[in-house]
């Protein structure tokens, strides 16, 4: 099975992965349109969500009638700002309604979540600058594991043209905290102009699994284990929206040895 999940360029429904499709166990992910006006729902009552509004405005309801309106105010991902963001508990009937054009991100991981409902507001999320040199990026934390949830992990990623992303290659595939944990991820790839491309790599120590992957526009990668680093061409930028979850809500990872030399 390939670890790249191609992007509907048309339509509602942009993207989607579920543990079954991905044959793992904990990681879910879809991304959607909607028009201004229109409205969808999301019914997962066995899974915790985390809403992203990557772009646009909207307004979220809970299954128990809880709203929260006007959230949002990005033009889209590559906006110098931090998104707004929901948290559910339970994802059973969950509607969300456009404000204006608007573009969405589902996180999702099973099990009934560990904390109530909120908004997360871009003020309550920390944004940073990772790596030096061509090695630089500008994260930002959505959901991190300082922030109620029982197990997601959600964050973003702007990274310049010509810079390497996720580098020194790292992974986080083996349950032996403190020094590694065990955590699935998606990477979602939007790229600016929008007709541009990255590269990313998926490998294990053994070489079990080794795939060079160039992605486009709303793509995703599968991580079920291994390193992960992505390459992004000249004259584009690159966004990425992270989603992890494993048996223990940890971010802990191992550098590849082959490559820990370049952060002495």
């Known amino acids: 099975m390939s670890l790249l999940v191609k992007a509907k360029r048309e339509g509602r429904d942009i993207v989607e992965v579920t543990p079954r ?4 166990r904990y990681v879910g992910f879809s991304a959607h349109r909607l028009a201004n006006g229109e ?3 999301i019914d997962q009552p066995q899974s ?12 979220v309801r809970a299954h128990d009638g809880t709203t929260w309106s006007h959230l949002g105010s990005r033009r889209d991902v590559f906006d110098d700002a ?35 409902a909120r908004v997360i507001e871009p003020s309550q999320m920390q944004r940073f ?13 959505i959901l991190p594991q300082a922030s109620a949830a029982s197990h997601l992990l959600v964050v973003e990623v702007r990274t310049p043209g010509g810079h ?4 020194p290659p790292h992974k986080h595939d083996t349950d032996n905290l403190p020094q590694e944990s065990a955590l699935e991820e998606t990477y979602y790839h939007r790229l600016d102009p929008a007709q541009g491309f990255a590269f990313q790599r998926v490998y294990t120590d053994d070489r079990s699994i080794d795939e060079s992957l160039a992605v486009e526009n709303h793509d995703v990668v599968l991580v079920p284990r291994g ?12 966004y990425y929206l992270n989603v992890m979850a494993g048996p223990r809500r940890e971010w802990h990872f191992r550098n590849d040895p082959a490559h820990e030399w370049m952060l002495k």
């Not at 931090?82 to 309604?97: E, L």
């Not at 390193?227 to 992004?232: G, I, M, N």
């Open 129 to 141: 600058a990772r790596g030096k040199g061509l090695n630089e990026r500008f994260v930002c934390d």
């Open 82 to 116: 931090a998104p707004f963001a929901v948290y559910v508990r339970q994802g059973r009937d969950v509607r969300v309604s456009a404000e204006s054009d608007a573009e969405i991100a589902v996180a999702s991981a099973p099990g009934p979540g560990s904390a109530d």
């Open 21 to 24: 499709s991905a044959n793992w």
């Open 164 to 167: 390497s992303s996720s580098y």
């Open 39 to 41: 409205a969808m729902t």
């Open 227 to 238: 390193y992960h680093p992505v390459v992004v061409p000249y004259g584009y930028e690159s």
């Open 48 to 59: 915790e969500l985390c809403i992203v509004v990557l772009a646009g405005s909207v307004s």
